[in-house]
């Protein structure tokens, strides 16, 4: 018999009146963001005392909903405006809740029939969209860094068992592909950075020498990974150039567009990713740059049935031997058990339409200018360069000071915004050099926001900078 305990855990009545009580918290919660600090800041140390006790007092289901709002950094605040997760719409995250109690798995068609479907749908869709080549296909999985992770083996199972193998990369990006490559084991050596020009976009002109000397060292080069963007400084390496190396030297052309993948639905920046059609692979995040929930990542191959090839294994218990079909999708994704990731797209796409993918890039890529506008116009700051979409670095910057001193400043002003929590806004070394660096995910941020955060930064620097020449640096 189940205890009494069990069966109040998994009590209707409770669940209904917990389930109306918490969506009206967070709609409340929508509606007032703005009165809240955007970043309520707190050391580690302090987060974790706080729900050591919290965990001691044993509060009600409501207290503990009310804590974790509190002690979160907001993103739907319009004055956030920090790494690179998107604000979810609502509706996606509710459909969350409806597919976590249901909680059907997702490896077998038997077992995640609907989410099955949906995630086929939702692929053939967003292939269309994108306007990927007819033959593309693929799946949803769990964050970029596994979608890269898994576009790489498929690119290593295409050439067969390679004798050294490497493969080539801009030298800013993410650092997941680096790890992968770990992952496979191909050693230091098998990666190589490409050098970027002054906007950081692989230089495609150096990319046969580069394969020449692998060649010569005894490598072999497997793929090229193009970043659509790079994480830090938002830039697009030139896809069409990149495929055009790749054909002339039958590598796989990978295009790692976790972050900004999605421009493609702009038709105004759509020249950005250019040649995305031509990709052998592609990994593209819609808890970045369209609307769902962390994590969600789509995995699309030019070829659909090359993603057949990656895990070729058996498992009596689960997968049937003979069936090669689309619909046990372990087959090709690295997860077993997997989220019904699908839901969170595929109501935004029956109750908005693709239009709210457009409509939000556009947005966020806007706010982009934006933000690079307000900081040229400010003559305390620098822009690191004209920004592609929606990342922007920036730097507070005076003549007085030199690479070190600006470099320090340039900490303290963003250490001293992150704990002011008004506004929050990370930073990142490039070639030594400390930028504030700003990710527009917020649909509603506007430029008035984006001016008061420009305002603060010149000011704290001033600050700063004063300070220092009255205790004499
Ligand atoms: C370009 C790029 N690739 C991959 C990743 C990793 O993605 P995820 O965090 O979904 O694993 C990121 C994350 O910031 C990214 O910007």
């Known amino acids: 018999m189940p205890t009494d305990l069990l069966r109040r855990a998994y009590d209707p009545a409770e669940f209904r009146q917990l389930g109306h009580a918490l969506i009206d918290r967070l709609a409340d919660y929508l509606e007032g963001v703005e009165s809240r600090p955007a970043n309520p800041y707190a050391t580690p140390d302090k987060s974790l005392e706080h ?73 053939e869709r967003f292939a269309e969209l994108l306007e990927l080549a007819p033959t593309a296909g693929g799946f949803l999985t769990s964050g970029g860094s596994l979608a890269n992770l898994t576009a790489l083996l498929a690119a290593r199972a295409v050439h067969g068992e390679p004798v050294r193998p490497c493969l080539l990369v801009n030298e800013h990006a993410h650092y997941c592909v680096e790890r992968a490559v770990r992952i496979m ?50 830039t697009y390496d030139p896809i069409s150039a990149l495929a055009d190396v790749a054909e002339r030297h039958g590598l796989w052309l990978h295009i790692d567009g976790a972050h900004g993948g999605a421009i493609r639905l702009d038709p105004g920046r759509r020249h950005l990713v250019d040649g995305l059609e031509r990709a052998d692979s592609l990994a593209l995040d819609f808890h970045k740059m369209l609307m769902t929930p962390a994590i969600t990542t789509g995995l699309f191959f030019r070829r659909g049935p090359d ?19 689309w619909s046990d999708i372990a087959r090709r994704s690295f997860e077993c058990t997997k989220r019904m990731l699908s839901l969170r797209i595929f109501t935004l796409l029956t109750t908005y339409g693709p239009q709210l993918f457009v409509d939000y890039v556009t947005r966020v890529g806007d706010l982009g ?72 995910t917020n649909a509603f941020t506007t430029e008035d926001h984006l001016r008061a955060m420009v305002e603060e930064v010149s000011r704290t620097g001033r600050e700063m900078l004063a300070l220092r020449s009255t205790i004499g640096h």
């Open 307 to 325: 993603a057949y090839r990656i895990f070729r294994q058996r498992a009596d218990y689960l997968l049937a031997a003979a069936d090669d079909g």
């Open 369 to 440: 200018e934006t933000l690079a506008r307000l900081v040229r116009q400010s003559p305390d700051l620098e822009l690191f360069t004209h920004p592609d979409v929606n990342i922007v670095c920036f730097r507070f910057r005076h003549a007085s000071l030199d690479e070190e001193s600006r470099n320090g400043l340039n900490g303290l002003i963003r250490a001293r915004l992150t704990e002011a929590g008004q506004t929050y806004i990370v930073q990142t070394t490039i070639d030594g050099s400390l930028y504030l660096r700003c990710t527009l």
């Open 51 to 123: 729900f050591r006790q919290l965990l001691a007092d044993g509060p009600a289901p409501e207290r503990v909903f009310a804590e974790v709002i509190d002690h979160s950094v907001h993103l739907h605040h319009p004055a956030y405006l920090g790494h690179q997760v998107v604000p979810p719409a609502p509706l996606s995250a509710l459909s969350d809740v409806a597919a976590s109690l249901l909680n059907t798995g997702m490896a077998i068609f038997e077992m995640g029939r609907a989410g099955t479907a949906m995630e086929r749908v939702v692929v």
């Open 185 to 234: 084991g191909w050693g230091d050596a098998g990666i190589i950075h490409v050098p970027t020009d002054a906007h950081l976009r692989m230089r495609t002109e150096v990319i046969d020498g580069i394969l020449a000397d692998a060649r010569a060292a005894g490598r072999t080069p497997v793929a090229i990974v193009g970043s659509a963007c790079t994480t830090a400084t938002g």
